[in-house]
C-alpha cells in the first residue's frame, strides 16, 4: 500500500530525511521509533504533503501512485490520514462545522454524495461516544481550550469519521495520562482492518502496549536503522537508542 | 464661491485616504443635493425634510462641505417611548443632510445603503435621548463609487448607539463616526468589517467620553487582497471627571497579498484618573499553520482559506442581534470571501 524508498528530504533546505526506505502493507500496523530529532515528525509531514518539507530525492509510491505529486487535501481525499502531533486551534470555526465541511470535502472529491448536517451529525455523535468526546466539545471553535487529551481525542475521532485507507499517528501518546491513553488506544484498535494500514510514530514503547505493532522500525538520523518485530520495542525500552543507533552505525 | 479644498494625504485624518486623488475639486463644487428614498418602514416615526435648523455636532473636513451645498435632506424622529425600523437608500450621489432623532427611552433601527456610484458627501446629525437606543448598519457594496459619509452622534444619559459597518471597498470610501457619549451610563459599540479586492475601505472614529460610568467598545475586521486599502483610525478620549469609563478598542487585518495595505491607527487620551481602556492593533497573513491543517482534512486550498476568512471576521458580524440583517451580511461577505479566497 506504501512504498518508500531512498526518500530525502529538506525542511528549510536542511536535509533532515537521508535515504529512508518502508514498507507497509494493507492490514499492517507499523511502528517508528526514535530519538528526538531522527525524522520522525518530518516524516509524517512529507507524507501529508506539508509545505516546506521537500522532497529531494527518491520515492513515495500509496496504491501505485506517486504521492508527492498530490496536494495535501488530495492525499486526504485518498484515504490518507496524519493524527498529528499538535492540533491547531482555529478560533472561529465550530468543530462540527470543520467536521463536516471536511468530510464532505473528501467526499465530493471522491464523486460521493454528500451528506447534510442532520447525518453528519448522527455520525460524528456515535463515534464522539466511544470516544468519550462530550457533544458540548463539539459546539466549540476547533482545539480552542481543550486540553492536550481532548485535542488527541478529536483527531483519533476524524480518523473514525473519515475512515482512512493509510492513518499515521504522530505522537499520538505523548501528554496523555494512562486512562486517556487506554481510550486513545482502544479507538485506534477498533479501526483496525484488513483493509487499513496505519504507521504509528512514537518516542516511547509505552503506546505499543495498548496498540501492537506488526513490525517495529528504528529511525535515526534521517534512515531507518533497525527493523524487527514488536519485541523490538521492549529491547528499544530497555537499551535505550543509543546502543541500538550504534550497532547500525 | 470659493474654490473647495479637498483634504489629500498630506492632511493628517486624510493620511490613508486621499480624496483630492479620487475626485475632482471642480466634480464636487458642482455635485448636485443627494436623492433617498425610503426602501422600508415599520413602527412609529416621523419622516420628514429637514427643519430649517439643524444642529451641526463635531465632524471632520468634508461635512462643512455637505452641509453648505446640499439643499434639502431627510428628517427622522421617533417620538418617546415609540420604536421604529426604517431602511433608506441614497438613490442619487451627491452632497446631503440627514438629522436622526431618537427621543428619549425610543428605539430605531435605521439600515442604511447607498448608490453604486458617482460622488456622495453625506453629512448626518444624529441624537439619541435618554435611555434610548439606536441600531445602525451601513451595507457599502463594493464598486466604483467614492463616497464620505460622516455622522456626529450625541448620547444622552443612559443611552445606547450599536453601529455594524460592512464596507466592500469603493473607489475611496469613508466613513466618520463622532460619537459624544454626553450623558451618564451612555454606551456606543461599534463594529466593523472591510472586505475587499483592489479598492478602498476607511473608518475613522472619534468616541469621546465626556460623561462618567460610559462605555464604548470597537472592533474592527479587515481583510485586503490585490491593491486594496483597508483603513481604521480610531481615537477615544476620556475627559476629565468622566470616571467609571470604560472603552475597548480591537482592530485586526489580514493581508492576502503584498500590494494590498492595512492602516489600523487606535489613539487614546485619557484625562480622568478611574477609567479602563484598552487597546490593541494586529495585522498578519493567513496562518500557513492552520491551512495546512484544514487541507490535510481534505479541505481544498480555496475553500480552507474561505473558511479561516470567515472565522477571522465572524466576531465582528455575530454581534448584529438581528438574525435577519446579520444572514444578509454574511451572503455578502461569503460571496466575495469566494472570489478572494
Known sequence: MLEIKNLHATVDGKEILKGLTLRVGAGEVHAIMGPNGSGKSTLSYVLAGRAGYDVTGGSITYKGEDLTALSPDQRAAKGVFLAMQYPVEIPGVTTLTFLKTALNAQRRARGEKEIDAVGVLRMVRETAKTLNVPEEMLKRALNVGFSGGEKKRLEILQMALFQPVLAILDETDSGLDIDALKLVAEGVNALRSPERAMVVITHYQRLLTYIVPDRVHVLAKGRIVAEGGKELALKLEAQGYEQIVKDAA | MNAIVLPHRKVEDWKYSDLRGA???????????????????????????????????????????????????????????????????????????????????????????????????????????????????????????????????????????????????????????????????????????????????????????????????????????????????????????????????????????????????????????????????????????????????????????????????????????????????????????????
Not at chain 2, 457594496?141 to 443612559?158: K, L, M, Q, T
Not at chain 2, 479602563?276 to 480552507?304: M, N, Q, T
Not at chain 2, 466576531?315 to 451580511?329: C, H, M, N, V
Open chain 2, 23 to 341: 475626485v475632482d475639486a471642480e466634480a464636487v463644487s458642482i455635485a448636485p443635493t443627494a436623492a433617498w428614498s425610503i426602501v422600508a418602514a415599520k413602527g412609529d416615526a416621523d419622516i420628514d425634510d429637514l427643519p430649517a435648523e439643524v444642529p451641526f455636532g463635531e465632524h471632520g473636513a468634508m461635512a462643512p462641505v455637505a452641509t453648505s451645498l446640499a439643499t434639502a435632506g431627510p428628517s427622522v424622529r421617533v417620538r418617546a417611548g415609540e420604536s421604529a425600523e426604517i431602511e433608506f437608500e441614497l438613490t442619487e450621489p451627491g452632497h446631503g443632510r440627514a438629522l436622526i432623532v431618537v427621543e428619549d427611552r425610543a428605539s430605531l433601527t435605521l439600515i442604511e445603503k447607498v448608490p453604486p456610484s458617482g460622488f456622495s458627501n453625506i453629512a448626518s446629525e444624529i441624537v439619541i435621548g435618554k435611555n434610548a437606543s439606536l441600531t445602525h448598519l451601513r451595507i457599502l457594496p463594493g464598486n466604483e463609487a467614492v463616497r464620505v459619509s460622516d455622522y456626529a452622534i450625541a448620547i444622552a444619559e443612559g443611552g445606547t448607539y450599536r453601529a455594524h459597518l460592512a464596507d466592500f471597498g469603493g473607489t475611496l470610501s469613508r466613513t466618520e463616526l463622532h460619537v459624544a457619549l454626553e450623558g451618564e451610563g451612555a454606551e456606543a459599540h461599534i463594529f466593523g468589517v472591510g472586505v475587499m479586492s483592489d479598492r478602498h475601505a476607511d473608518v475613522t472614529t472619534h468616541v469621546s467620553h465626556a460623561s462618567g460610568k460610559t462605555r464604548s467598545t470597537q472592533l474592527f475586521k479587515c481583510i485586503a487582497a490585490g491593491h486594496a486599502r483597508g483603513v481604521y483610525q480610531g481615537k477615544v478620549t476620556v475627559a476629565k471627571g468622566a470616571d467609571g469609563s470604560d472603552s475597548r478598542q480591537t482592530a485586526k487585518g489580514i493581508l492576502l497579498e503584498d500590494r494590498a495595505e492595512i492602516d489600523l491607527k487606535p489613539e487614546l487620551e485619557i484625562f480622568a484618573d478611574d477609567v479602563k481602556c484598552a487597546h490593541g492593533a494586529a495585522v498578519g497573513d493567513l496562518d500557513a499553520e492552520s491551512l495546512f491543517y484544514l487541507r490535510s482534512r481534505g479541505i481544498p486550498e480555496s475553500e480552507a482559506r474561505a473558511l479561516l476568512m470567515r472565522a477571522f471576521i465572524g466576531d465582528a458580524i455575530d454581534q448584529i442581534k438581528d438574525g435577519k440583517l446579520r444572514q444578509a451580511i454574511w451572503e455578502v461577505v461569503d460571496r466575495t470571501l469566494e472570489r478572494l479566497a
